[in-house]
């Protein structure tokens, strides 16, 4: 999972372009959180104002003309949801144990891409034009 995050700024938000894993570590968190809140107000405080329609996101996800990547278009909310995922649900889990069970992944590896998503869009932001 110590891939580098690619992202891109497209209109309005931003371009993911996400490996097999990192997306299949999005939907079994999000999976994993909407077992444990399950209501849309619990998902708003977790998440955000756009983290009720995650799943919805995620599904929007298409297969790249060339290479194994998936393609995620995002608004700068949405992508505030993905980030809010991957950095609180580590704490929902009382042991590492627990977590890869459910989740498929270490703790580290969401920390690793919430990490990316943040150091990809930083440099998007803020490079010189």
């Known amino acids: 999972?110590?891939?580098?995050?690619?992202?891109?700024?497209?209109?309005?938000g931003y371009q993911l372009r996400l490996t097999e894993s990192q997306y299949?570590?999005?939907?079994?968190?999000?999976?994993?959180?909407?077992?444990?809140?399950?209501?849309?107000?619990?998902?708003?405080?977790?998440?955000?104002?756009?983290?009720?329609?995650l799943r919805n996101l995620l599904e929007r996800a298409e297969r790249a003309v060339a290479g194994s990547r998936l393609i995620l278009n995002v608004r700068r909310e949405e992508i505030h949801g993905i980030y809010a995922l991957l950095v609180s649900l580590p704490e929902f889990f009382l042991s590492e144990e627990t977590y890869y069970w459910r989740v498929g992944a270490f703790r580290e590896n969401s920390k690793a891409l919430a990490v990316g998503i943040v150091s990809a869009v930083s440099e998007i932001e803020f490079r010189p034009q």
Do not use: C, F, P
Not at 1 to 12: D, H, L, S, V
Not at 37 to 42: A, L, N, P, Y
């Open 1 to 12: 999972m110590r891939i580098k995050m690619q992202i891109e700024g497209i209109a309005g």
């Open 24 to 53: 299949g570590l999005l939907v079994n968190s999000l999976s994993a959180l909407t077992e444990m809140i399950d209501d849309e107000m619990g998902l708003e405080v977790v998440l955000g104002g756009s983290g009720g329609d």
